[in-house]
T-cell receptor, first 113, second 113 residues
């Protein structure tokens, strides 16, 4: 089955700096890579996703890059703000009905004002 | 609001007891996942159902069981509860074939005293 590793487990940045979280996956058949944000005590919510037919996707201050050859993908947050502080989870799956989404271990991002 | 409903939101019980957590997926979603999240931990995958059948199993204890009913709601049964079972239990439903996105419920917080 799929195995997703995520680094770093914790990340502290100064407000305004950029943050990068990296994930690697094992199953070359995986073609859907979402990122979830979980604020303290709340449910995880999808913030951005990318499919294997593109190498990069941006949405305002967040972007995700995918390198299928190396089997890794990354989340980039620019101009970080205190409200970006949360736990971020990457995930991977072969996108077909009912296929399991495998999560990484999570990264706790702390943005210091 | 994700459209996924979990009950109860909070539950306090004693060691050795049994509880049932309930999840109603989004309308039309066939796949239901259960996750356990202990304090400051990642999302531990327990089990997945797809259209009433067990699809994938994670590190689910033998004291735990689940099922998905014909109306697609799911229940997670936790028995012989131990202190270490105290956690936030999330249910998530998965969108159709065009997306692998998971929609999480608000979670059921279980406290075992």
């Amino acid at each position: 089955g799929e195995n997703v590793e995520q680094h770093p487990s914790t990340l502290s940045v100064q407000e305004g700096d950029s943050a990068v979280i990296k994930c690697t996956y094992s199953d070359s058949a995986s073609n859907y890579f979402p990122w979830y944000k979980q604020e303290l005590g709340k449910r995880p919510q999808l913030i951005i996703d990318i499919r294997s037919n593109v190498g990069e996707k941006k949405d305002q201050r967040i972007a995700v890059t995918l390198n299928k050859t190396a089997k890794h993908f990354s989340l980039h947050i620019t101009e970080t703000q205190p409200e970006d502080s949360a736990v971020y989870f990457c995930a991977a799956t072969y996108n077909n009905a009912g296929n399991m989404l495998t999560f990484g271990g999570g990264t706790r991002l702390m943005v210091k004002p | 609001d994700s459209g996924v409903t979990q009950t109860p939101k909070h539950l306090i019980t004693a060691t050795g007891q049994r509880v049932t957590l309930r999840c109603s997926p989004r309308s039309g979603d066939l796949s239901v996942y259960w996750y356990q999240q202990s304090l400051d931990q990642g999302l531990q995958f327990l089990i997945q159902y797809y259209n009433g059948e067990e699809r994938a199993k994670g590190n689910i204890l033998e004291r735990f069981s689940a099922q998905q009913f014909p109306d697609l709601h799911s229940e997670l049964n936790l028995s012989s509860l131990e202190l270490g079972d105290s956690a936030l239990y999330f249910c998530a439903s998965q969108g159709g074939p065009d997306t692998g996105e998971l929609f999480f419920g608000e979670g059921s917080r279980l406290t075992v005293l």
